[in-house]
């Protein structure tokens, strides 16, 4: 294979390891059982407005499955709890805009992980396996640091990073909302900000991994060719 295609796709697998890596981290999160982690921590808010941790939960679940599963609006706007809707119209559509924002993601993901199939097979069907494991070894090492930046802007100017990712993904304005709203409530900043950490920790690890086998690869087929 010519070397410049090959530094091409190099460079291009590279990239997509960073997108796969952070995209599982973020899928991970929207689970029952981080949800249940991130309730039963001892430090965690409990709700001043009269949830109790079950209905938190339920209901928090529920929000997660309608963003995942792709559901209608309905599935949140028909919830009723005290003969009273468990949320207002304008959280019902901010949350069709976070479902929007993740069914992107995940297909993004989903189209990273088979491109990055086909980019491997190619690779290494060409002999340029050395460069495979050296791509593998650079998208975790650019994972780890651009993660760990991101980690140190979230912890040092939280208010800044919280702002600037929701403008970067909604319209001005549109996911503020009351501290007695059930959005709030069910996901106050301490779930943002651990989730935050939790994804940069996750991400952190994949990269140093990935970095890691990457390494070996490179070493192994050195030792191989010597």
Known sequence: MPSRLTQILKLLTSLLVIIFIVGGAVQLLATDSY???????????????GFTNQQRFIL??????????HLPNDALSNQILNDAPVYNPREVSHMADVQTVF??????WQAVFILLILLGFVLWETGE????????QSGGLLTSGIILSIALLAIFGWQFWFETFHLFFF???????????TLIRLFPVEFWFDGTLTISALSLAGGILLALV?????????????
Do not use: C, M
């Not at 069914?103 to 993004?108: A, K, T």
């Not at 319209?171 to 709203?181: C, E």
């Open 171 to 181: 319209k001005p304005g549109s996911w503020l909302f009351s501290y007695s709203d």
């Open 35 to 49: 949800l249940a982690f991130e309730y039963n921590r001892a430090s965690f808010p409990p709700d001043t407005f």
């Open 60 to 69: 928090a679940s529920t929000n997660i499955h309608y963003v995942r599963a």
């Open 214 to 226: 990457g390494w070996r690869g490179k070493r192994a087929l050195t030792e191989k060719q010597a």
């Open 129 to 136: 396996r050395k460069a495979l494991a050296s791509a593998i």
């Open 103 to 108: 069914q992107s993601v995940l297909r993004v």
